[in-house]
C-alpha cells in the first residue's frame, strides 16, 4: 500500500480567512513533503520534514505554515492568502528524506477569493 | 543548476501508435532519475526510478531507459487511458531529497 491521503480535496476560502490542509500516511515513511502545483506546470517544492523536524524551507511566505504533530500526519496551515495562491497542494512521502520514492497524495485544490 | 527539459510539451498518437518521450536532463552527481504519471486533478503517480546510465524498467506498455545525458519512455502501442502528462525529475548527490522536475509531456491517446 503506498497511499497518501489528503483533506479536503477542495477549498474555497477568502483572503482573510484561516484553514488548514491535512495529510496522512500509514507506511511507516519518516519524510513528508508539502508541494505547490499550479497549471499546466510541474509541482515545486516548498517544505521537507524529516524525522518530524523541518528540514527544507524553500523561501515560502510565512502565510502558508507547515507542521507535524507526528511521523503519521502533516499539517499545513493557510492565513491570509493571496489569489495567486490558488493551486493543487500536493503532499508526497518517503522512506527517509534523501532517499527513495516520494508517493504523492491525490492532492487539495485551493481556490482563493 | 540542476536543469530537466522535457520534449516535446504535448504529443497526440492514435491508439496503437508507439512513439517515445523525453528528458533531457543537466545535474551534478545524478542519484536518480523518477518518472511519474499525473492525471487531471490528481497527484503524481509514481512510475520507475532509473539510477545508472544504461538501466532500463518496464511495465505494461511502458520502458524507461536511461543515458548520461537524457532518458526515455517508450511507450508501445498506448491505449485511450495512457492518456496524462509524464513527469520526469531527477535527484542528484547532497540535495537531501529535493526533487527537480521537468516541464512534462502532455499525452493525448485517440481511439
Known amino acids: 500500500d503506498t497511499e497518501v491521503t489528503q483533506t479536503p480535496k477542495h477549498l474555497v476560502m477568502g483572503m482573510t480567512n484561516k484553514k488548514s490542509l491535512k495529510c496522512e500516511q500509514h507506511?511507516?515513511?519518516?519524510?513528508m513533503y508539502w508541494y505547490k502545483q499550479k497549471a499546466k506546470k510541474p509541482p515545486e517544492l516548498m517544505f521537507v520534514y524529516s524525522y518530524e523536524k523541518l528540514s527544507i524551507n524553500e523561501s515560502v511566505p510565512s502565510r502558508f505554515s507547515p507542521e507535524c504533530p507526528n511521523s503519521s500526519l502533516l499539517n499545513l496551515h493557510l492565513h491570509a492568502l493571496q489569489p495567486e495562491d490558488s493551486a493543487l497542494y500536493l503532499c508526497a512521502s518517503s522512506q527517509e528524506a534523501g532517499k527513495d520514492i516520494q508517493y504523492f497524495g491525490a492532492g487539495t485544490r485551493l481556490s482563493v477569493l | 543548476e540542476d536543469q530537466v527539459t522535457q520534449s516535446p510539451e504535448a504529443l497526440r498518437l492514435q491508439e496503437g501508435e508507439s512513439s517515445s518521450l523525453n528528458c533531457s536532463y543537466t545535474v551534478s552527481g545524478l542519484r536518480g532519475l523518477f518518472w511519474y504519471r499525473q492525471d487531471p486533478g490528481k497527484g503524481p503517480e509514481f512510475l520507475f526510478t532509473?539510477?545508472?546510465a544504461g538501466e532500463e524498467k518496464e511495465k505494461e506498455r511502458l520502458k524507461a531507459t536511461l543515458t548520461k545525458k537524457e532518458s526515455f519512455l517508450h511507450i508501445t502501442a498506448p491505449k485511450p487511458e495512457d492518456s496524462a502528462t509524464y513527469l520526469c525529475?531527477?535527484?542528484?548527490?547532497?540535495?537531501?531529497?529535493?526533487?527537480?522536475f521537468g516541464g512534462g509531456t502532455r499525452l493525448m491517446v485517440k481511439p
Open positions: 525529475a531527477v535527484r542528484r548527490n547532497n540535495a537531501g531529497n529535493m526533487l527537480t
Open positions: 507506511m511507516g515513511h519518516r519524510a
Open positions: 532509473l539510477y545508472s
